[in-house]
């Protein structure tokens, strides 16, 4: 006999824990407890956010009339070549936001329980990875309306935006996906809010502050091989030359090869973490 009074809260998480919700509706609602959870948290969502806007302001102050050497800029100085690198930058201070939730779970027992019911461990991993790359487009968003507020225009108009939006979540997937992994590797807070830290030296290893053709050297080498110059090139462009098919195409496949990379490292760890168990 069912209890009248069950919440629709509890009665979702027994239809998925009952394996009675098809695999969507399972990821669906993984990802939104997730997201309530993060939200009842939101210092944590902060820092990064003043940490990009930050860095923004300092870089388009100092540095934005001395980039007259940057062609294309659509009017913006240089705030729409930086902005790109601020919103990575935000990706990468919120990757881990996410995965501080499973490793609450993890250090509480609550996973294991969830191991244990027919729930799918496709959902137990692309919640976690959804609801931080979702934080991180919303992160972007907002990063994005500061520079607008400084005075960015945007060569592609609103749609545009939305793109750009949109290559932050793309990449927030992969990013997301490392740190899932680090928490199911580790099921340390410690360790997993280390881990967001690996992929700082990527941010540097590309054309962060010149254009791709102006570096020289190993440099050039290593960020023609580094998947972030790719999604910064299409977001510089869709920012401030206008569609460009190619450089679009580049960054989603770049966004897209990093994300089943990370998922799949993701699925190991998830393999390691049962085998202990």
């Known amino acids: 006999m069912t209890t009248p009074h069950l919440s629709a809260q509890s009665y979702r998480e027994t239809a998925v824990r009952n394996n009675q919700a098809s695999l969507p509706l399972q990821i669906a609602l993984v990802t939104w407890r997730n997201l309530v959870t993060i939200f009842r948290t939101p210092t944590a969502l902060i820092p990064p956010l003043v940490i990009s806007i930050f860095f923004l302001v300092i870089y388009e102050s100092t540095l934005g009339k001395a980039a007259g050497f940057i062609p294309n800029l659509s009017g913006n100085s240089y705030l729409g070549f930086i902005l790109p690198l601020s919103i990575v930058s935000s990706s990468l201070s919120g990757s881990g936001i996410a995965a501080q939730n499973l490793v609450r779970d993890i250090e509480s027992g609550y996973f294991d329980k969830l191991l244990l019911t027919p729930v799918s ?76 830290f690996l992929f700082f030296p990527l941010t540097f290893l590309t054309a962060s502050f010149v254009p791709l053709e102006l570096l020289d050297g190993w440099l050039q080498t290593a960020a023609k091989l580094n998947p972030i110059t790719y999604v910064l090139e299409a977001m510089r462009g869709l920012l401030n030359t206008g569609w460009d098919s190619t450089a679009l195409l580049q960054g989603v496949a770049a966004c897209l090869i990093l994300g089943v990379a990370m998922y799949a490292l993701a699925v190991y760890a998830l393999r390691v973490r049962t085998r202990r168990s």
């Open 121 to 196: 461990r496709t959902a137990l991993l692309l919640g976690p990875i959804l609801a931080g790359a979702l934080i991180l487009g919303i992160q972007a968003s907002v990063v994005i309306s500061v520079a607008m507020l400084l005075g960015l225009q945007s060569a592609t108009g609103f749609a545009g935006l939305a793109a750009v939006v949109g290559l932050a979540i793309l990449l927030g997937t992969g990013f997301a996906g490392f740190t899932v992994s680090a928490a199911l590797g580790s099921g340390s807070a410690a360790a997993t809010q280390g881990a967001s």
